[in-house]
């Protein structure tokens, strides 16, 4: 079992910056992989960004490239989701997951981004 609590949210105007942090216990952090999702009003929840067990390999959505930053902490049992340049259309719930097995088994709560234009 993996219980993550996400943290960092709330409202920036475009171009700002925010840091989303995740916190995880449970199962060992440094055993498996994470990754932050997001989802707007009427739409459906998309990936954003993905991380790797020990950090070496990255991946992101085509719309955040360049601008946002994934990073874990094995030490601290945290990955975050470093934000530049936000636009109006990041605004979302965001939510941290946890790929224990083979695809996002456990999730968190989610915390509110919203950017104003």
């Known amino acids: 079992q993996v219980q993550l609590v996400e943290s960092g949210g709330g409202l920036v105007k475009a171009g700002g910056s925010l840091r989303l942090s995740c916190t995880a216990s449970?199962?060992?952090?440094?055993?498996?992989?994470m990754g932050w999702f997001r989802q707007a009003p009427g739409k459906e929840r998309e990936f954003v960004a993905g991380i790797t067990w020990n950090g070496v390999s990255t991946s992101y959505a085509d719309s955040v490239k360049g601008r946002f930053t994934i990073s874990r902490d094995n030490a601290k049992n945290t990955v975050y989701l470093q934000m530049n340049s936000l636009k109006p259309e990041d605004t979302a719930v965001y939510s941290c997951?946890?790929?224990?097995?083979?695809?996002?088994?456990?999730w968190g709560q989610g915390t509110q981004v919203t950017v104003s234009s």
């Open positions: 449970g199962r060992t952090f440094s055993t498996y992989g």
């Open positions: 997951a946890a790929r224990v097995y083979a695809s996002f088994d456990y």
